[in-house]
C-alpha cells in the first residue's frame, strides 16, 4: 500500500498551534517567536489563517528582522513539502516577490535568492536592471550575477561579459565567468583567463573548468602548453595534469613524448607530495 | 528588432488587438521565429507572448489562433502563459469538448507550480496573493465548459479527491463545477467526442509527393554524430524513409525536449517490434550544436532510452542551426547560441530527405508518427512495382515493335503498284493459296504509317538512351526505300533499304535500357535488405 504522507497526531497538533501563536505574537519575546517559528515550520500550510499570520509577519516591516528572517527561513522549509505546500505557493511567491524590495539587505538577498532558482520573470528583471544601473540595485553586483547564472537562459551573457571587461570587484569577476561557463560563445574568453598569469589562480582554474566543458580539444590543447611551460604556476600545471589524466585522449597523450618528458620532470621538481603521486600514476599508466 | 523595447512591442499587441481590421496580425506575433523575439531571454518572451494571448482574450479567439492557445495548456510549464491561454479559451466562440482533456493536463501540470498572475498591464508581476493564479483560470475554464466538460469528469474529479494541491477557494471552485457538469441533463458529447479538435486545426501536416520542398539547399550539410562520426544531410536522410525530431539538451521544459527524446526512444522500439528497423532511420537533432557536444548527445540520448547506432542517431549540425531552421522552418528562437523559446516538432522525411509529414505544436503520438513513415515505405514500394511494371511490360514491346515496323518496310518497299503486279506477286506463293487475297490499295499507306511509327519509336529510343546510330540506321534505310518507291530505276535498291530499316529497328529494340533501371534496383536491393 502506498505510505500515506503523515498526518500530525493530536498532541503535535496542538503543538503546532501553540508554536505559531507564538511565532506570531507581536507581544512575545523574540528568541521565543524565532525558535516558535521554527518549530512551526513543517505545518504552516495545513491552516489557512496559520500561514496568513506567518505571511502577515514577513511583510511587516515593524516586526524585528530575526523574526521575519525565521518566518522566512520557515515557510522555505515548509516549501519543500511541494505537494502540500501547493495551495500555498501562489502566496507565498507573491510575498517574496514584494520582499525582493524590502528595506532589509538580508532578506532581500534572501527572497531573490529563493526567486532566481525558481526563475522568476521578476526577479531576473529586477537583478539585470540593477547590473544595469547600480543606483536601483537590490543587491551586490556578485549576488546579481550569481542568481542570474541559476538560469542560463536569462538575459545575462552580454552583461557577464562586460564585468569580465570591467570587474567592479574580484568577486564579481568571478561570479560572471561562472556564469559565462555555459555560454560557448565565451571559449575564447576562457582560453585568455587560462593563459593570463596575471590572473587570478581561482580564475583560472574556474577558466579551465568552464573550457574543458565548452571545448575539450582547446583545453587539452592548452593544457599541455602549460604542463610543458617551465615558467607555469605548479598548482595550475597540477590541474592540467588531472583533466588530462580524467578525459584527455589518452591514446595521443601515450604517444606525446615532450609532454610525457614534461610530466617526468614536473614530479620530480614539485615538492607537493600530491602532484607527485598524480605525475607517477600518470606516467605509470602510459609506461613509464 | 532587438533594439525596440517591451513598451513598443506592448503598444504595438494593443493597437492590433484595437483595430478589427488588424486582429489577425496578433496571430502571426505568436509565430516563435518572429523577428520581436531574437535575442532576448525567456522570461522577456513570455511576457510578450503573454501580452498577445491576452489581447486574445479581449479580442475573441479564432481557429487560426486557437493552436497557440492549446499548445501552451498542452505543454507549457509557465503559470502566466497558462493562465493568459486559459483566460484566452475563454474567448473562443464556443466551448468544446475536445478541450476538456488540454484543461485537465495544465491543471496537472501546474498545480504543484501555481503562482500568483496580474494581467492589469504590460509585464506586470502580482505581489499579492489576492491575484489570479494560473490554477483559478483553469478552473474558471472548466466551469465555462460546462457539459462539454463531461467527458473529462473522471479525470476532474481524480484531481479533486486529491486534497493537496489546490487552496480551500480553489477546492470549493471546481466541487461547484463538477456539481454543475454532473448535475447538467445534456449529454450530447460522449466518450468518442473528447478527442476531436476542430477539423480545420491539426498539429500534422502531410505533403504529397511532388509539393515537397527540395532537399537540395541542406544536402552538403555536415552532422557529427553521438560518437563524434561526421557526414553529410545526403548520406544520412537519403534512401530511406527517416523520423526527425528537435530538441537540446538544456531546455527546461520536460514536456518538451526531454519528453521528445523518450518518445523517439520509444518509435525506435515501435519500429523494431514492426520490423522495419533496417528500412527507416531516425535522428534527434539539437537545436544547440555549440553546446550539444557529442558526448553530452550521448548521455542525453542514453539517459532516455535512445538506441544510438548507424540507422539512429543523436544529431549535431556541425555549421550551426541556420540552414536546418531554414529547410525545416523550425519554430524557434535565440538569445546569443541558446534557444530561448521553441514549439514541439517532429519530421518525417521522404527517402530523397524531403519533408513528408510535420507534427508540431501539441505533443504527438508515437503511432501516428510511425504510421507516416510506413506511408512513405508504401509510396516507394509502389512507385519501384510502378517502374517494375512498365519495365516489364517495356521488356518485350521494343522488340515487337521493330518486328513489326521492319514487316512494314518491306511492305512498303516491295508493294505492288497495279493489280497487275499483285496478281503476278501472288501467283509465285499460288502454291500457298495467297492467290485468293484481293488487290487492296489501300494497304500502301498503312504500310507507310506503321513504317513511320516505327521510326518515330526508334529514335524515341535512341533519344533515351542517348544512342543515336541505331536511328540513323533505320532513317537512312526508310530514306532508301522512300526513294526506290519514287525515283524511277532505283527499284532494287529497296531491298537495301529493308536491311537498313530492320538492322537499325533490331540494334534499337536490343540496346533499349529505361533510364531509371539502375537506380531501381539499388532501391530494391536496399530495399530488401
Not at chain 1, 208 to 228: C, D, E, I, V, W
Not at chain 2, 466 to 481: D, N, V
Request: net charge positive.
Amino acid at each position: 500500500m502506498p505510505k500515506k504522507s503523515a498526518k500530525p497526531t493530536r498532541p503535535q497538533v496542538r503543538a503546532t498551534e501553540t508554536s505559531l501563536s507564538v511565532a506570531t505574537d507581536p507581544k512575545g519575546r523574540v528568541a521565543d517567536r524565532v525558535t516558535a517559528m521554527a518549530e512551526a515550520s513543517m505545518t504552516i500550510c495545513e491552516d489557512d489563517q496559520s500561514f496568513r499570520a506567518v505571511i502577515n509577519v514577513l511583510r511587516d516591516p515593524k516586526e524585528p528582522f530575526e523574526v521575519r528572517n525565521a518566518a522566512l527561513q520557515a515557510l522555505g522549509a515548509a516549501a519543500f513539502r511541494v505537494i502540500e505546500f501547493a495551495p500555498c505557493r501562489s502566496d507565498y511567491i507573491a510575498t517574496l516577490r514584494a520582499l525582493a524590495e524590502d528595506r532589509d539587505p538580508t532578506l532581500r538577498r534572501r527572497a531573490l535568492g529563493t526567486l532566481a532558482r525558481e526563475k522568476d520573470g521578476y526577479a531576473q528583471k529586477k537583478l539585470i536592471e540593477g547590473l544595469k544601473n547600480p543606483d536601483v540595485a537590490l543587491v551586490s553586483p556578485e549576488k546579481a550575477l550569481q542568481f542570474l547564472s541559476y538560469d542560463p537562459h536569462a538575459e545575462a551573457y552580454a552583461i557577464a561579459r562586460e564585468f569580465v571587461k570591467k570587474p567592479p570587484n574580484d568577486e564579481a569577476k568571478a561570479e560572471a565567468l561562472r556564469l559565462l561557463a555555459a555560454d560557448p560563445k565565451s571559449a575564447p574568453l576562457f582560453e585568455k583567463v587560462l593563459r593570463d598569469k596575471d590572473e587570478l589562480r581561482d580564475n583560472r582554474q574556474l577558466a579551465a573548468s568552464a573550457l574543458y566543458s565548452l571545448n575539450p580539444g582547446k583545453f587539452q590543447k592548452h593544457a599541455r602548453a602549460m604542463l610543458l611551460d617551465k615558467s607555469e604556476f605548479e598548482d595550475i600545471q597540477a590541474t592540467s595534469l588531472t583533466a588530462l589524466a580524467q578525459f584527455g585522449d589518452q591514446e595521443a597523450v601515450g604517444k606525446d613524448e615532450p609532454l610525457l618528458k614534461g610530466i617526468q620532470k614536473l614530479g620530480a621538481k614539485t615538492r607537493s607530495a600530491k602532484y607527485k603521486k598524480n605525475a607517477r600514476q600518470f606516467l605509470a599508466r602510459h609506461g613509464r | 528588432m532587438r533594439n525596440r523595447s517591451e513598451a513598443e512591442f506592448a503598444r504595438l499587441v494593443d493597437s492590433l488587438a484595437a483595430d478589427p481590421h488588424r486582429r489577425g496580425e496578433l496571430a502571426d506575433l505568436l509565430r516563435e521565429d518572429h523577428s520581436w523575439y531574437e535575442q532576448r531571454g525567456t522570461a522577456t518572451i513570455v511576457r510578450m507572448r503573454g501580452w498577445v494571448l491576452i489581447a486574445l482574450a479581449r479580442t475573441g479567439v479564432t481557429d487560426g489562433t486557437l493552436l497557440f492557445i492549446l499548445e501552451e495548456l498542452d505543454n507549457g510549464v509557465d503559470a502566466y502563459l497558462i493562465a493568459a491561454a486559459a483566460t484566452a479559451l475563454r474567448a473562443y466562440p464556443s466551448p468544446k469538448a475536445a478541450f476538456g482533456p488540454f484543461l485537465v493536463n495544465a491543471l496537472q501540470q501546474i498545480r504543484y507550480r501555481d503562482e500568483p498572475i496580474s494581467f492589469e498591464a504590460y509585464g506586470a508581476y502580482a505581489m499579492s496573493g489576492e491575484n489570479t493564479t494560473a490554477v483559478r483560470e483553469l478552473v474558471k475554464t472548466v466551469a465555462w465548459l460546462g457539459p462539454h466538460a463531461r467527458s473529462v469528469l473522471p479525470d476532474l474529479e481524480a484531481l479533486r479527491s486529491q486534497s493537496a494541491g489546490l487552496s480551500k477557494e480553489l477546492a470549493t471552485a471546481l466541487d461547484q463545477t463538477l456539481k454543475a457538469i454532473k448535475n447538467n441533463e445534456v449529454n450530447e458529447y460522449g466518450p468518442a467526442a473528447c478527442c476531436d479538435l476542430p477539423s480545420n486545426l491539426a498539429n500534422k501536416m502531410s505533403w504529397l509527393r511532388n509539393y515537397r520542398r527540395s532537399s537540395r539547399p541542406i544536402e552538403s550539410a555536415i552532422f557529427e554524430d553521438q560518437d563524434g562520426t561526421r557526414f553529410s544531410f545526403k548520406e544520412f536522410f537519403r534512401g530511406h524513409p527517416s523520423i526527425v525530431v528537435f530538441f537540446y539538451t538544456r531546455c527546461d521544459n520536460p514536456l518538451k525536449c526531454s519528453l521528445t527524446v523518450t518518445k523517439l526512444g520509444r518509435i525506435q522500439k515501435l519500429i523494431e517490434q514492426h520490423g522495419l528497423d533496417d528500412r527507416v532511420n531516425t535522428a534527434a537533432i539539437t537545436y544547440d550544436p555549440d553546446f550539444d557536444l557529442p558526448k553530452r548527445l550521448r548521455a542525453y540520448g542514453r539517459d532516455r532510452n535512445v538506441r544510438m547506432d548507424a540507422r539512429n542517431r543523436m544529431l549535431r549540425a556541425t555549421a550551426g542551426i541556420d540552414a536546418l531552421a531554414r529547410h525545416f522552418k523550425l519554430g524557434i528562437n535565440f538569445i546569443e547560441s541558446l534557444v530561448n523559446r521553441h514549439r514541439i516538432e517532429a519530421y518525417v522525411l521522404d527517402d530523397e530527405g524531403r519533408v513528408a509529414a510535420s507534427f508540431a505544436r501539441l505533443r504527438w503520438n508515437e503511432q501516428e508518427v510511425i504510421d507516416r513513415a510506413v506511408d512513405l515505405l508504401r509510396e516507394r514500394d509502389e512507385e519501384a512495382s510502378s517502374i517494375d511494371g512498365s519495365k516489364h511490360r517495356a521488356k518485350g514491346a521494343p522488340k515487337k515493335l521493330a518486328l513489326l515496323g521492319s514487316i512494314a518496310s518491306v511492305a512498303v518497299a516491295f508493294f505492288p503498284k497495279c493489280p497487275i503486279c499483285w496478281a503476278a506477286y501472288l501467283s509465285m506463293f499460288g502454291i500457298a493459296g495467297f492467290n485468293q487475297i484481293p488487290y487492296s490499295p489501300w494497304l500502301q499507306p498503312i504500310f507507310a504509317l506503321v513504317m513511320a511509327i516505327n521510326l518515330l519509336s526508334v529514335w524515341l529510343r535512341g533519344w533515351s538512351t542517348k544512342r543515336i546510330i541505331a536511328p540513323l540506321i533505320a532513317t537512312t534505310g526508310a530514306l532508301i526505300i522512300l526513294a526506290s518507291r519514287t525515283v524511277s530505276g532505283w527499284e532494287k535498291l529497296a531491298v537495301c533499304g529493308v536491311l537498313l530499316t530492320l538492322a537499325g529497328s533490331l540494334l534499337s529494340a536490343v540496346t533499349w535500357r529505361p533510364r531509371k533501371s539502375l537506380a531501381f534496383f539499388a532501391k530494391k536491393s536496399l530495399m530488401t535488405g
